[in-house]
């Protein structure tokens, strides 16, 4: 259980008290800072404990956002802060230097520290905040807009803060605050104006965001399973409960903002269910459609790479500029400007297809049309937002004079996922990849993915060239990461990558015609995302990249590639169609074992990943 420590004089007819045990807190009471310092040693090392002024006057939104959310080892709002295991060691230095020094009467906050409330000369609570910021600890200040979080010095000034308290609806900001600031045109329009009341719901009646997560997934599951009958009503009730699912998808992360129930296994189930959801609902569609007939499976593989590598673009500009320096760029202000405009900012989020308009085309589409027809439209969307989006960066990327550090270098590497075959090729190779020039890296990756999946595309089955093929994409792929990822196009080498591995196992498993091909192919391609997906939310979570050991155990990319092309020459049709399927099982085994392992386990990120704007 948590602990709250009141330092100073109780006021009569405060609430503070009951506010601290509402949020969970077990109340103790200080008179004065030797007094806290011994409370505070009594308090196990590995439980939370909050330190409050008991003049404090404010929301218990406020409070709520300043001493429970999980995600921040040190936290503080005017007149109270709070520590977590991680956090306490530093909260017991900077308490000890103030017994010490006897205490201050001159404390004058910042306004980065006291936002807009009113911060008491005399607060302990908040002279350790300034100790701790005088230590270089990284206090996490919650946005408080217009909540109040004030020590008053006065009753003059009490009675103005609990007027100020009453003017303001908390339970009203704390609805809005659920919702995504950043979100698309049908989340914010069509999904939350509702869906932020069904995540209080939830809360009220203690449903955590793990279990909502859980059922929109069972949702999409279900959908899919009506989607595979291939029968109109089952079409119908599909779109229905797809759409019902992204309804709970939405609400999950609104109860884990509206409850601050950010968690480990939360982040987790969040970043991985959607992918999950959408691509076993592909699948629904493919089985619906062979059912009546319409062989699609083709189109469902293609969907699902096309949507993953526009992904794994997203993740690897975002990893490439995350911390660069001289980030900026004429095509940037351009977009800027153009988001200061009411109407281009909802045009420019629709048409890259984000996932609320994404699901409900696939949804309307399913319900009204045939899978075919759904299929051709989310492959015609996905690829104009894929050009649109990878066009806009490129010009980003030429435009800006950034220098990318070893970090962003490190994320894009590790995002490459090259196997023990490139990476013992670029090791020998480094020393003369220094003299190759700045659009090597993405130029060669292209050029030999490009290779590989037209080789694999336009030979005849069984014939040796795609391996051979495949043999030079493994040496152009080590080529492209020989040196650190730094230059300004580099981002796209983990792309290309993903693009070549999937377009050749799609153009194999097409050229063999057998029944089943494609649907082992599908199953391969899933797990592979999967593992790609999983290291990118690790990196997101500065918790690094998947082990060494995994990424060997799987061949990485170039390796995964050679097996499947070697596997497509040696064996028969249908021979091949069984080694996908126990390709795809094997690696499907391996990295989810390992990828439930590291996300339950104590030492995996405590965050919430926002992901793709629904």
Request: hydrophobic letters at 50%; aromatic letters at 8%.
């Amino acid at each position: 259980m948590s602990t709250a420590i009141l330092t100073g004089q109780p006021v009569p007819g405060s609430s503070i008290e009951g506010d601290l045990r509402s949020l969970g807190y077990d109340v103790r009471v200080a008179a004065d800072a030797a007094e806290t310092e011994t409370l505070l040693a009594q308090v196990p090392g590995d439980q939370r404990v909050a330190l409050v002024d008991a003049r404090f006057v404010g929301h218990q939104h406020a409070l709520r956002l300043g001493l429970t959310d999980p995600r921040f080892p040190l936290a503080a709002i005017p007149g109270a802060m709070t520590a977590q295991a991680a956090g306490r060691q530093a909260l017991t230095r900077a308490m000890a230097r103030e017994n010490s020094s006897g205490g201050s009467s001159e404390f004058s906050a910042s306004p980065e520290q006291a936002g807009a409330a009113t911060v008491a000369v005399d607060s302990l609570a908040d002279r350790i905040v300034v100790a701790l910021d005088d230590d270089g600890a990284d206090v996490h200040r919650p946005e408080l807009g217009s909540l109040v979080a004030a020590v008053p010095a006065d009753p003059q000034g009490r009675n103005e803060a609990r007027q100020a308290v009453a003017a303001v609806d908390d339970e009203a900001i704390r609805l809005k605050s659920a919702v995504k600031a950043r979100d698309g045109f049908f989340t914010t329009y069509c999904i939350s104006p509702y869906s932020r009341y069904l995540a209080r719901w939830c809360a009220r009646r203690g449903l955590t965001p793990n279990q909502v997560t859980t059922a929109s997934l069972i949702t999409a599951l279900i959908a899919a399973g009506c989607a595979a009958t291939g029968t109109r009503p089952g079409f119908i009730a599909a779109g229905l409960l797809l759409i019902f699912s992204f309804v709970l998808d939405c609400t999950d992360g609104q109860l884990a903002r509206y409850s601050l129930q950010y968690s480990t296994l939360g982040a987790w189930l969040d970043a991985t269910f959607d992918r999950a959801k959408e691509y076993a609902y592909y699948a629904g569609l493919a089985l619906g459609a062979a059912r009546g007939g319409d062989d699609v499976w083709a189109l469902a593989l293609g969907a699902m790479v096309l949507q993953t590598c526009r992904h794994v673009v997203d993740f690897s500009f975002n990893e490439a500029n995350h911390d660069a320096t001289a980030n900026t760029s004429p095509t940037a202000a351009l977009s800027d400007k153009l988001d200061s405009v009411g109407w281009t900012v909802w045009v420019r989020r629709m048409i890259v297809l984000p996932i609320g308009e994404r699901w409900a085309m696939i949804a309307i589409l399913t319900a009204a049309t045939t899978p075919r027809i759904t299929f051709y439209a989310l492959l015609i969307g996905c690829a104009f937002a894929a050009t649109y989006t990878t066009a806009g960066r490129v010009l980003r990327s030429l435009t800006r004079k950034a220098r990318r550090t070893d970090r962003a270098a490190q994320a894009l590497a590790d995002l490459a996922d090259c196997g023990p075959l490139a990476q013992g090729i670029a090791q020998a190779l480094r020393n003369r990849a220094r003299h190759l020039p700045g659009f090597a890296a993405p130029a060669v990756a292209l050029l030999g993915g490009a290779a590989v999946v037209a080789t694999a595309a336009l030979t005849d089955v069984g014939g040796p060239w795609p391996s051979v093929a495949a043999l030079v994409y493994a040496v152009t792929s080590a080529v492209a990461v020989a040196r650190p990822l730094k230059g300004a196009l580099d981002w796209l080498v983990p792309p290309f990558f993903r693009a070549a591995e999937y377009a050749t196992v799609l153009a194999l498993a097409v050229k063999a015609e057998v029944n089943g091909a494609l649907p082992a192919a599908f199953g391969l391609v899933a797990a592979v995302a999967y593992h790609h997906y999983d290291t990118v939310y690790r990196i997101r979570g500065n918790a690094g990249a998947p082990p060494a050991w995994l990424v060997r155990a799987i061949g990485g990319h170039e390796g995964r590639t050679l097996l499947v092309t070697v596997l497509a020459a040696v064996l028969s049709a249908s021979q091949f169609t069984v080694a996908l399927t126990v390709l795809a099982v094997a690696v499907a085994l391996v990295v989810l074992v390992e990828s439930i392992r590291f996300w339950v386990s104590a030492g995996a990120p405590a965050v919430h990943d926002e992901g793709e704007p629904a």
